[in-house]
């Protein structure tokens, strides 16, 4: 059920990169009581956009879906897929596991998909890769995502990227960017201070030491 428009673009942008950011438009990832974000097609369009991968002339895109819902829904479909894709595989990283080959194979397609609708544009920097304004650009939302997934495969660090162990069953997926890669949580401010008064909790009830015993 969709969450509405509203509440996809307040979500926190908390994993580092793109495609970790999407992976955790539904959550907490662990727990019996996630909450999916990505409702209808608006709610995919408003999250790129949200993200800052969606310049501001390409709301069109909710017209063009509106006309063609059909589309728009099989979009919708392909970027749940993406994401749940994502995660597996970013997840089995973190865990030292391999992934899943098709997991990885579909990543690849989605990156060559993507590029097959990019192109070379002249901009006041210089030259920069910019998207087609083709036939399909419904599936515009999809395609900095799947770039983001492939580049970080390819390119990234894989041994800076964790998941939140939130007692909650957060289970965010982030990329540690700090010098020594000491993140542990997806947010200090959320996981991170809940379970640091947890843990005083717990000690006052054991009669042990204070944080700082």
């Known amino acids: ?5 509203a509440e996809v673009g307040t979500l926190r942008l908390l994993g580092g990169r793109l495609c970790l950011d999407f992976a955790i438009t539904v959550g907490p990832r662990h727990s019996d009581h996630r909450r999916e974000y990505l409702g209808s097609y608006r709610d995919l369009v408003e999250w790129v956009r949200h993200a800052g991968m969606l310049e501001e002339d390409e709301g069109r895109l909710l017209g063009e879906a509106a ?10 479909e392909l970027a749940v897929m ?24 579909a990543i690849g397609e989605a990156h060559v998909g993507a590029m ?25 939302p999809i395609w900095p995502v799947a770039l983001s997934a492939a580049e970080l495969l390819m390119l990234g660090d894989l041994g800076r990227v964790e998941e939140c162990p939130g007692s909650d069953g957060c289970g965010w997926l982030f990329f540690a960017s700090s010098k020594n890669a ?26 042990g030491p204070g944080p700082g015993g």
């Open 1 to 5: 059920m969709s969450t509405g428009v």
């Open 67 to 76: 006309l063609r819902l059909a589309e728009a829904t099989a979009t919708l």
């Open 82 to 105: 993406l994401r749940e894709t994502t995660y597996r595989v970013f997840h089995a990283i973190v865990y030292d596991e391999r992934p899943e080959p098709r997991d990885v194979q």
């Open 116 to 140: 097959n609708h990019s192109r070379l544009a002249s901009t006041p920097e210089g030259f920069a890769w910019a998207w087609a304004k083709d036939g399909v650009a419904h599936r515009r």
């Open 182 to 207: 000491r993140r542990r949580w997806c947010s200090m401010e959320f996981c991170g201070s809940r379970d640091k008064m947890r843990r005083l909790y717990a000690r006052k009830r054991t009669g």
